[in-house]
């Protein structure tokens, strides 16, 4: 019987690993399955059409069947192969992160296309330099916790649920902006000029982010809260963050 479990998406790349003698095994995160695995004969054979396709970071519309356990890359076609951004140890380690953040933030086969755009654009806009790179990757580590069940709630008190217009507190534990009122325990102090900024950028789509400008004590509040919900919230903590840190000193 054949079966006709094949399927054509747009996909990144986002890991890979040598397999067998001359198979890869890629990691995607596809617009219409999701994050999956897929064997990929004779990738390392030097004349295999694979090669260029299989590249980590590589963005392209790839035909996946579906075996048993696992999908089988059959074709492909590069849309952007982002090469570039491995070329800057800075771009490197951001899209590092990202696709690290995808690969630990999301479920195999759970479908996200608003994830997905978001993170070919971050990809698009990190490999231009219009955009300060800090705050591409804020933006995304915010819409990522939205996206994944983790949204942070900014414009009400998030115990009480009372409106508030800003706040100098955030909850850990109930995931937002306290009150007045409300008793701040277990989160983390902010300034008030931060928490807007939060807030904005939560709600700024990510192509309009070149109209935000913040200093670095602000940048750097915001940093401390994304990695306080990624690395508390997910199955384990980015390894590239490390490597964030040490580059960034
Ligand atoms: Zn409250």
């Keep these: 019987m054949i079966n006709l479990s094949i399927f054509e998406t747009k996909a990144v790349i986002i890991k890979t690993q040598d397999f067998k003698e001359n198979d890869k095994l890629v990691w995607l995160y596809t617009e219409k399955l999701g994050?999956?695995?897929?064997?990929?004969?004779?990738?390392?054979?030097?004349?295999?059409k694979f090669l260029a396709l299989t590249l980590p970071l590589c963005y392209g519309e790839y035909m996946v069947y579906k075996g048993k356990n696992l999908y089988t890359l059959q074709e492909g076609k590069i849309i952007h192969s982002f090469q570039g951004l491995l070329n800057d140890l800075y771009k490197l380690t951001y899209s590092s992160y990202l696709?690290?953040?995808?690969?630990?933030?999301?479920?195999?086969?759970?479908?996200?296309?608003?994830?997905?755009?978001n993170l070919v654009t971050t990809l698009y806009l990190l490999n231009t330099d219009a955009i300060d790179y800090e705050l591409l990757i804020r933006s995304f580590e915010l819409k990522l916790l939205r996206d994944t069940g983790y949204n942070l709630t900014l414009d009400n008190c998030s115990i009480c649920r009372k409106k508030i217009s800003s706040?100098?507190?955030?909850?850990?534990?109930?995931y937002?902006?306290?009150?007045d009122e409300c008793p701040k325990e277990h989160g983390l102090f902010i300034s008030k000029g931060a928490y807007n900024a939060l807030r904005f950028l939560k709600n700024l789509n990510v192509d309009k982010l070149y109209r935000l400008n913040l200093n670095n004590e602000m940048k750097e509040e915001i940093?401390?809260?994304?990695?306080?919900?990624?690395?508390?919230?997910?199955?384990r903590k980015p390894k590239s963050l490390d490597m964030l840190k040490f580059i960034k000193e």
């Design 176 to 179: 937002g902006g306290i009150c």
């Design 167 to 174: 706040s100098n507190y955030i909850s850990l534990s109930y």
């Design 35 to 48: 994050k999956i695995t897929a064997i990929v004969r004779g990738a390392k054979k030097s004349k295999s």
């Design 223 to 235: 940093e401390k809260i994304t990695t306080f919900f990624i690395c508390n919230n997910y199955a």
């Design 99 to 117: 696709c690290e953040l995808i690969d630990i933030a999301c479920a195999d086969n759970e479908v996200n296309v608003e994830l997905f755009r």
